[in-house]
Structures are given as C-alpha cells and as structure tokens.
C-alpha cells in the first residue's frame, strides 16, 4: 500500500519529532495510571438503559436501597450475659460509625420490652425472639436459635471508601468475648473479595506476564535491543491509555482488570512480527532505516489488516448492554487504535535507531531453525491435506455436537473458589435460614379501594390482601422469608392492650395513623408503605442462587399476586433480580459480539484474496479454533460465564491475524509461483513470528489463569488455548486449504515482484 510506504518514510525522516511526541504523550497521562480504582458494587452490572433498571431507580427512590451487610453472631455462649451484652454494645457502637445510615437488630427492636439489658434470663430472651415472626423474617434470629444478627445499611460508597468501611465493623467485631464468635457478611464483603481479584491481575500477574515476556524475548534474541524495542513499544502504547481511564474517572471491575494484559500482548504482538520481519531483511545487507522501509512494505498490509481485524473483535463487545464488557470493548478499541497508530509511527522509529547489519550473528540461529520447520510443517500438510482436513471436519462435527450443551453461570457466588471466606461465610449464614439476597417487589393500586373508601394499600381491605399475599408467599419452596408493612404492624399489634379487642385486619387500620404519628415509625413505616398508600413493598429473602432457580421463584410469586391481589400492579426489582438479568443476558452477547465480528473478517480476506472460495478457506482456520473452545467447553462443562462468554470475539480478533500475515501477499504470489510455494515461502518466513507471538499470546491470557476468581481464570485458560489452537491451525490447515495447485486466471492477477 503506497500510502502506508509513503507515511513511514516520512515518519522516518522525522524521528525525533515522533520521539518526542510519545514521550510527552507518555509523561503527561502516566500520573492518570495512579488514578485508577476498582469498582465491583451491584450497580456496575446492571444492564444498561432496560426499563428494569430504570424501575430499580424508582424503587431506591421511594424506599431506599438496603445496600449492607449483616453482622452474625453464634457461638456455645451467644446466650449468656457476656454474649448478649456483646450484641447490645456492638448494635449501639457501629450505629455511630460514618457511613452507617442505621443498624436494625432483636435489641433495638425489643428494647421497649426490656427493663434491663442484657436480660436476666437469657434464655427467656431466646425464646421472645423465636417465637417472634418479624425477628424470623428479617433474619435477626435463625429458627434454632443458633445465631443472632444485625443488618447495617451502609452509605453508598466505592473502593477504597467501601473497604474502609468494611475493616472499621470488622475491627468492631474482632474481639467478642470467649464461646462467641462474629462475622460481617454480605453483599459488600462479596464486592471487596472481587476488588481484591481485579486488583491482583495488576498487582501480581501483570507483572509476571512482563517478565515471561522479556525471558522469551531474550531467549529467542540474545541481543538487548531485540528485548527493548518491542517493550519501549508496549510501554509507549500501554501507560497512555490507562492513564487516559484514570483521568476519565474509568474504575476497574473484575472484566476490565483483562484489558492491560490483553494491550500487552496485543501490542507485543504486533511489534515482534515487524521486528522479527525486519532482522531477517537486515541479514541481506541493508541497514536499519533501508530494512524498515522493506520491512513496512512487505507488512504495511497485513498490519493494517490485523489491526482493524482484532478491532472489529473487539468492538463487537461493545455493542452489548452488559455495561463491563461494553466498557471492556470501548477501551479496547481505544486501545487498539492507538496501537495500530503508533505501530505505523512509533515502531519504525525505534527499529531505525537500533536495528544493525546482522548476517549470521549468533542470535538469529534459533529463527533460521524455525522458519525450517515452518517450512517442513507447511510442507507436511500439503502433501497429506485430505488426511488433515478429514481431522479437522471430524474435529468440527464433534464440536458442534457439545454447542447444546453450553450452559450459563449464573450465581455469581460460584465465581470465587468453594473455600474463599466471603463465599464460604455466605453460604455458611444461609445455610442457617438467613437471607442475604433479596427480591423486591413494589405493588402498585390506584388511590381507592373496591368499595370506593381508603388510599390504596392504606385501606383495610388492602391491607388484609397484603397480609394473605405475603402469608402464602412464605409457603412458596426456596423462600427464607418475607416482610411487608402489615408485618411490622402486626408486631406492634401483638404487644398492643388493642389485640384482643379487634381482629388483625382491624388492628392494623387502628395501628397505621398512631404509627406515623411517631418519627421513628414513620421512618420505619415509610421503608416499606409510600405516603400516599399507592405503592407497597414486599421484601423477599432468598439463596444466592442462579436465575435457574428464581425464575420459577419470580412466576409463581407473580401467579400467586394474580389471585391475592386483584388488580394490584407486580414490578419484581432489586439489585439480585438485576445482577441475574445479566447473566441471563450473557448468551445473546456471544452471539452479538460473533455476528458483528464475523463480516468484518471476511470482507478483510476478500479484499486481501478478491475470491469468495478464498475468503471461505481463510475463515475455516480462524472460526474452527472458536468451534472448538465453544464445543469444547460443553463437553467438558465450562460454563459461559461474564467472562468467558468474551472468549469467541477476542479469539476471533486475534487468531486472524497470522492468517492475515501468510495471505497478504497470496494474491500475488501464487501467480508467480503457484499456490503450494506461495504459503510455504509465507510461512517460512513467519513461522518464526509465529510461533514466539503464540507463545507470548498464551502466556499473556494463561497468567489470568492464576485468578481466584473463577471467570478470569476460565477465561485466560480457554483463550490461552485457543491461541495454541490457532497456530497449530495455521501450520496445518491453512497449506492444506491454500496449497493446492490449483489452475489461476493470471490475466486478471496483476504480477507484482516477490516481497
């Protein structure tokens, strides 16, 4: 491509001008790096612009989120006065920490009943909250008795706020007395050992990755400059863009923590196939500057192809309203585009400043020896293409059969390893009975009653529906508990001198002004009943679980609200519900991402071949890897999960482009000298690219492997994988598929010199 030459030798004829400006470009957006955080809260899932979030909206804004914790409370001695005397100080000392908005617990809500505290009779106390159905239902007390609990509201808060908060109740509950034992558990502890994940890709197998790099950097080059040029390239193209996230506010989550490794390996990729290009036209005598002009004109098309074919991957993702993985694919393409800019401008540069004559320096022996066996494998697979084709279709049809098997993760629990403490305290709790998960449902009637009388859900009829509705709900399999306002009404009415005077239904319209004539009952009131008596809010604690399990949960909630509450509105809401909407929406982003991927690509191979034959051949070797992983993952039960699921586009985006580097000369080639020498002469000669960019490819996804969190490391392991697959493909498939002698219309096939 003229222009692409044209633009090198000018960039070449003004290096220090480009020098200077990646440099300033590098030192003016690296403070930005120090600015980037991690965000794992419920709200970074959520599907973006669904009218279910905007109903969340409505709901936080009615009756507030609930976000929090609960603080657990067991041991042989909970029921003595040390243990009780523990609680009390503990619900009365965190109620006072900032970013604590209130703290509900058996204390407060029995300390108008206690003369004293901690009570005389422990075990009498015992027995009051057991028998209570509103300790029950909010999970203040299991049904044994076993254990005791807070639930703490806390503040809307990120990061490092979120984390501090967290250590300050955990400090709170460090030293209970001996036979006691607490823990704080939840949604907020959930979010911080997925903080500690995402930060660990940075902290820890970033790092790694850098090293392996310049090992095998250094393995195959032996000279410093062949290590420094791609890594200089790499830290150049890299440090802006994450700078450029810290200053856009950008916070890291558990699929964004991916995108350093994957620029890294990307941009190291792209650097070696030119570099090594380059070192081998330099063997021929030329020097550096006149090497990098042939460099770039024997690569300048396969590089521009590459780069808007791993784009298109990628930029796929952002096309899904799973707001990571969006945001995943955005900066990625952000990224990539950057990359590819400074491959055309920046890399040049550094090969002409540190590139030297080499024939047969010592350091180019291990290449010449893969380009050998490029050459020996290609060979292998022409002659015996039948046999490898016949692997490969068998290889396909049997991965096709594991495609129905594919099944979707969906509780997000499972996503940490069975013995991680947030998990396992979790599951721990609920095993006890104690919800940690919620449904919210907001129920909508118009002002007044069936006999014309009351406001909505103020009315005693309306009430009395409430009531049955969310008794029958409480027999529903799979269901902790269930609160709404005729509950915390019905648990003043027990202790009113009123109960025996009227029946509940009666009790509670009494109940509801004297109530709200009290501030702290308003408060309390008002959490779950609006002002004006049209919207209720019915909470339901159930396992984290996978939507598998609450789907059937939400229709028979909603089939038994069609015959207790007629004429009632049903909105199901809440952070669990959204973060399952996600998952559930997991499938059709695969599918997204590999639609928008695919036309792409293939209008990528018809430019470079200009034949729909040629174009299908190319495809085969770049979606087979994908088929195979899909396949395979049902086979072997891997489920899809928010990570996994990204594995297709992004190994479609990559695997293509060593297909791209052996065919962007095949066109003309093959009418020089037939079909079979055209790939072998290509391949020959990048066979070693090849091989050191599958490697570093691999080792870049293998390091998220490392990962205790399960979706990054499926991830890194399936597309670690992949890309062995892909270059296993290239040295096979692709001379089986491409070297063929078959007859060429020459006439219509411009003959261009040998490249």
């Known amino acids: 491509m003229k222009f692409l030459d044209a633009l090198v030798a000018a960039v070449l004829r ?77 619900e009365r000392e965190i109620a006072g920490i900032p970013g604590v908005q209130s703290v509900n617990g058996p204390v407060g809500h029995h300390r108008r009943e206690l003369v004293t505290f901690p009570p005389t009779d422990p075990a009498g106390f015992r027995a009051l909250l057991r028998a209570n159905d509103l300790d029950r239902a909010l999970g203040f007390v299991t049904a044994s008795g076993s254990e005791l609990s807070l639930v703490v509201e806390l503040a809307p808060g990120q990061g490092r706020e979120q984390e501090a908060l967290l250590a300050e109740l955990e400090r709170r509950t460090a030293s209970p007395p001996a036979g006691v034992k607490a823990s704080v558990v939840g949604a907020a502890t959930l979010e911080r050992a997925l903080d500690e994940s995402a930060r660990e890709v940075g902290q820890f197998y970033f790092p790694l990755l850098l090293i ?221 009975g104690i919800g940690l998960s919620s449904i919210e449902l907001v129920l909508s009637v118009s002002g007044s009653s069936a006999a014309g009388e009351g406001a909505g859900f103020r009315d005693p009829e309306r009430l009395d529906q409430l009531a049955r509705f969310a008794a029958e709900l409480r027999r529903l399999p799979g269901l902790f508990s269930a609160v709404t306002a005729t509950d915390l009404l019905d648990d003043i009415g027990r202790a009113s001198p009123m109960a025996r005077a009227f029946t509940p239904a009666e009790l509670r319209s009494r109940l509801l002004p004297l109530v709200e004539s009290d501030a702290a009952g308003r408060r309390a009131l008002e959490r779950f009943l609006s002002p004006d008596g049209t919207r209720a809010r019915l909470t339901l604690f159930v396992p984290t679980v996978g939507y598998e399990a609450v789907d059937p949960l939400i229709a028979e909630v909603r089939r038994v609200a069609a015959t207790t509450l007629p004429g009632a509105a049903v909105v199901v809401t809440g952070q669990f519900p959204l973060l399952l909407a996600m998952q559930r929406y997991l499938i059709s982003t695969l599918a997204m991402s590999l639609i928008l991927t695919l036309p792409v690509l293939a209008l990528t191979f018809y430019i470079l071949l200009r034949d729909a034959r040629g174009t299908f051949y190319a495809l085969a070797p770049n979606l087979w890897p994908v088929l195979l992983i899909l396949g395979g993952m049902g086979w072997f039960g891997v489920p899809l999960d928010i990570a996994t699921v990204m594995v297709a586009s992004i190994t479609l985006g990559l695997v293509v482009d060593d297909t791209i580097h052996t065919l962007a000369h095949y066109r003309e080639l093959r009418v020089e000298m037939g079909e079979r020498a055209a790939v072998a002469d290509r391949m020959e000669k990048t066979a070693p690219a090849y091989l050191l960019t599958g490697i570093i490819l691999s080792c870049g996804f293998g390091v998220c492997a490392l990962s205790n969190f399960a979706p990054t490391a499926r991830f ?38 040998r490249r």
């Open 14 to 90: 003004r290096r220090r001008f480009v020098l200077a400006f990646f440099a300033l470009a590098v030192a003016a957006l690296l403070p930005g790096v120090a600015r980037l955080q991690s965000d794992n809260s419920p709200e970074v899932f959520f599907l973006a612009g669904s009218s279910d979030l905007a109903s969340y909206r409505d709901f936080v804004a009615r009756f507030g989120t609930g976000h929090g914790v609960r603080i657990v409370l067991g041991g042989t001695q909970l029921w003595s006065a040390d243990g009780l005397a523990f609680l009390d100080r503990l």
């Open 212 to 432: 392996l790099s310049a090992l095998l950097l250094a393995a195959m080059f032996r000279e410093l400059a062949a290590v420094a040029v791609p890594l200089v390239f790499v830290a150049a193209v890299e440090l802006p863009v994450l700078g450029a996230m810290g200053y856009g506010g950008v916070k890291f989550n558990l699929v964004l923590a991916i995108l350093p490794p994957i620029l890294f390996v990307i941009a190291l990729a792209s650097a070696v196939h030119i570099m090594m290009r380059c070192r081998d036209i330099e063997a021929e005598g030329l020097d550096a500057v006149e090497a990098t002009l042939a460099t770039y004109k024997d690569k300048s098309r396969a590089l521009l192809w590459t780069t808007v074919s791993t784009l298109a991957g990628f930029l796929s993702l952002a096309a899904t309203p799973v707001a990571p993985i969006r945001t995943l694919g955005l900066w990625s393409g952000v990224g990539l585009a950057f990359t590819g800019i400074a491959a055309f401008t920046l890399l040049p540069c550094l090969l002409a400043m540190t590139m030297g004559r080499r024939t047969n320096l010592p350091e180019r022996v291990l290449e010449r020896r893969l380009q050998q066996l490029g050459r020996r494998l290609t060979d292998l697979a022409a002659d015996h293409r039948r046999t490898v084709l016949l692997i490969y279709g068998g290889l396909a049809l049997l991965a096709v059969t594991g495609l129905p098997r594919l099944v979707v993760a969906s509780n997000a629990l499972h996503y940490l390893a069975p013995d991680h403490p947030a998990r396992a305290s979790i599951e721990a709790v609920e095993a006890e």
């Open 716 to 753: 890194g392991v399936l597309s670690g994988v992949a890309i062995v697959i892909a270059v296993i493909a290239d040295f096979t498939l692709v001379p089986a598929l491409f070297g063929q002698d078959r007859p060429t219309e020459t006439a219509e096939l411009p003959v261009s010199p």
